[in-house]
Nanobody, 123 residues
Framework: QVQLQESGGGLVQAGGSLRLSCAAS???????MAWFRQAPGKEREFVAA????????WYGDSAKGRFTIARDTTKNTGYLHMNNLKPEDTAVYYC?????????????????WGRGAQVTVSS
């Protein structure tokens, strides 16, 4: 069992930055940690993922060049650094972990999920 707690969401102006954190507890080391987001009326969207042991990142198209995913294995915490935020980045951001997966971007591959952190970007 893995519990996830996101933090760091909030309100920011367009062009600003935020850092989301995801603290994992439960004693089971994940294979991957990912961030997804869901805006009102839209489907959940893959943002970024990282291989926990190998520190290898993947990014969705909306995140490339602006977001950076990272993890600190000593703290069992993952991070999503978001720069140059745009109003279309407004969404609830969810942290998720997998214990093994075949598809990095498929939300169904991730077994454990946090409750989400609201990010609102004003124009």
């Amino acid at each position: 069992q893995v519990q996830l707690q996101e933090s760091g969401g909030g309100l920011v102006q367009a062009g600003g930055s935020l850092r989301l954190s995801c603290a994992a507890s439960g004693g089971t080391r994940p294979s991957h940690m990912a961030w997804f987001r869901q805006a009102p009326g839209k489907e959940r969207e893959f943002v970024a993922a990282i291989a926990w042991q190998y520190d290898s990142p993947w990014y969705g198209d909306s995140a490339k060049g602006r977001f950076t995913i990272a993890r600190d294995t000593t703290k069992n915490t993952g991070y999503l650094h978001m720069n140059n935020l745009k109003p279309e980045d407004t969404a609830v951001y969810y942290c998720a972990v997998a214990l093994g997966l075949l598809s990095i971007t498929d939300a169904r591959e991730y077994r454990y999920w946090g409750r989400g952190a609201q990010v609102t970007v004003s124009s």
